[in-house]
């Protein structure tokens, strides 16, 4: 199993431009979440999925769409970048009992 | 709504020395715990987790948690650190609402110094 990834690992974006980050995971888990990463904040949920075809805003969602179109996979997108989402973000992935299994994050700079 | 206050943003302390991490949460409610550790540049691993049972819990590369309903604490603690436990160490709480949602704290820095 190569568990839960995400793509890109990098990307620079200028104010303005837009893009989609991919997390898949393999091991037929119900529950996808979208968190970010920020210094001296924690991880904080931008939007979550506890099935295909469904989502839900989390604690910090402005500025941000998802959609899960396939079990297996949940797309984060950006329609106009800002620098304030210049972060590393997280994909996650739930089995039953409530551990979270974690991609290896992707780190955004808007300039 | 739920919180998790770690109490300690960064924590020195020389190699071989016992280290406690400190962690506090908010709600009342059975709630599950995990303590998960991130290395520079990684992502986030799994030290240990409390779902139910016994209020000690013991997880990897030497980790150990004690879970105190009473206190609202899941406190982690090594014996005897090493160099390579360097690293920021994240508390975090089950919400027990829709969406087994994670909430995490801030995070503490452990720098382990020889």
């Known amino acids: 199993n190569a568990g839960v990834t995400q793509t890109p690992k990098f990307r620079v974006l200028k104010t303005g431009q837009s893009m989609t980050l991919l997390c898949a995971q393999d091991?037929?888990?119900?529950?996808m979440y979208w968190y970010r990463q920020d210094p001296g904040m924690g991880l904080r949920l931008i939007h979550y999925?506890?099935?295909?075809?469904?989502?839900a805003k989390g604690e910090v969602p402005d500025g941000y769409n998802v959609s899960r179109l396939k079990k297996q996979n949940f797309l984060l997108g950006l329609e106009s970048a800002a620098p304030s989402q210049t972060s590393v973000y997280f994909c996650?992935?739930?089995?039953?009992?409530?551990?979270?299994?974690f991609g290896p994050g992707t780190r955004l700079t808007v300039t | 709504a739920q919180s998790v206050t770690q109490l300690d943003s960064q924590v020195p302390v020389f190699e071989e020395a016992p280290v406690e991490l400190r962690c506090n949460y908010s709600?009342?409610?059975?709630?599950?715990l995990f303590w998960y550790v991130q290395y520079p540049n990684q992502g986030l691993q799994l030290l240990l987790k409390?779902?139910?049972?016994?209020?000690l819990v013991k997880g990897i590369n030497g980790f150990e948690a004690e879970f105190n309903k009473s206190q609202t604490s899941f406190h982690l603690r090594k014996p005897s650190v090493h160099i390579s436990d360097t690293a920021e160490y994240f508390c975090?709480?089950?919400?027990?609402?829709?969406?087994?949602?994670?909430?995490f704290g801030a995070g503490t820095i452990l720098r382990v110094k020889s």
């Open positions: 996650a992935s739930i089995r039953l009992g409530g551990e979270q299994y």
């Open positions: 091991m037929n888990h119900e529950y």
């Open positions: 999925s506890v099935g295909e075809g469904t989502t």
């Open positions: 709600s009342s409610v059975s709630v599950y």
């Open positions: 409390y779902l139910s049972g016994s209020t």
């Open positions: 975090a709480v089950s919400d027990p609402g829709y969406g087994n949602k994670l909430v």
